[in-house]
């Protein structure tokens, strides 16, 4: 039997890394639903501002989901404010992009840290209250590039296959667990108009996607409980088509489209002020100096979901 849509007026949503980007679109489309919204971020003083002028209520906290004793405080602090979670989505992310000979041991360390780990975090921090009340939703943000490995973005590429792996088996332990009124998505655009999708190259006939494109399917996604969120959609049928293919062939065709070059060929002036942010996105490391880690020649390129 198909599951009834949701009604999303009057829920709690938790958004991590909601300061910009996909976050802050994923807070305003969610307060137009009626949700009552809290963001977390690093950056407070931008998370702060974003909910300001998202207003409705909405609340910014302080969050490092590397740290698991943070994601803990948010989550209380966010139901303190609004009440249970119902929507958590863990968006929060960076994408480091070089040769995997010439990337350095600590920008390999942020991503599986703040991309994987961050959502393992946020995953333990909420399901125990969601499987005790048989209701909930978690929403991955994920990536295309956790289907598809994209030269140039190996250890990014290996940190959203997880996430997608992850979230499969979480949905099949939900569902052993008869934790059927708690549901999971794993949402994964293509190419966004942010910050991260500024001065990549695009794919042969990929339209730009904008940050509101990738809010929309996730609220689409809350209403009915989708799991494999792609956007665009019609790169789902693109991606099955191309899996049956020998590998050479598929290969080729890649060349052919140039789906093998999004993270390969990069403008790296126009990526470098988010580039130095992001090298210092994790407060447990050692910042980046403002170049050691993003020499043109070597071409790594640090950016922020």
């Known amino acids: 039997m198909a599951k009834q849509p949701r009604v999303l007026t009057g829920q709690v949503a938790a958004i991590t890394g909601g300061a910009r980007g996909i976050g802050r679109a994923m807070a305003y489309a969610f307060v137009r639903q009626g949700m009552r919204v809290a963001i977390g971020d690093l950056d407070v003083e931008a998370a702060q501002r974003t909910a300001q002028e998202i207003g409705a209520g909405t609340v910014a906290l302080p969050l490092d989901v590397t740290d698991r004793a943070s994601v803990d405080r948010f989550v209380a602090d966010v139901e303190a404010a609004h009440g249970p979670i119902d929507v958590y989505v863990n968006n929060a992310g960076i994408m480091s ?20 780990h961050g959502v393992l975090h946020g995953m333990k921090a909420v399901l125990p209250g969601m499987i005790a009340r048989n209701r909930g939703h978690i929403v991955n943000v994920a990536s295309q590039a956790g289907k598809i490995g994209f030269p140039g973005g190996a250890t990014y590429s290996a940190t959203k296959f997880a996430v997608v792996g992850l979230s499969e088996a979480a949905r099949g332990e939900l569902r052993l667990m008869g934790a059927d009124g708690v549901w999971l998505s794993v949402v994964m655009p293509a190419i966004v108009a942010t910050e991260l999708g500024g001065g990549l190259s695009k794919p042969v006939g990929q339209k730009e996607l904008r940050p509101e494109d990738v809010a929309d399917a996730t609220v689409d996604a809350l209403r009915t409980g989708r799991f494999e969120v792609w956007i665009p959609n019609e790169n ?10 020998p590998r050479r062939a598929r290969e080729g065709l890649a060349r052919a489209l140039r789906t093998d070059r999004p993270l390969w060929d990069v403008d790296v002036e126009r990526r470098r002020d988010y580039e130095l942010r992001a090298a210092r996105s994790e407060p447990a490391l050692a910042a980046a100096p403002d170049a050691a880690e993003l020499p043109a020649g070597e071409r790594e390129r640090e950016t922020a979901s």
Do not use: G, K, P, Q
């Not at 041991?105 to 599986?112: H, L, N, Q, T």
């Open 97 to 116: 992009l070089s040769r995997l000979v010439d990337e350095s041991d600590d920008a390999a360390r942020r991503m599986v840290d703040i991309n994987l």
């Open 236 to 245: 789902r049928a693109l991606f099955t088509a191309t899996s049956i293919v």
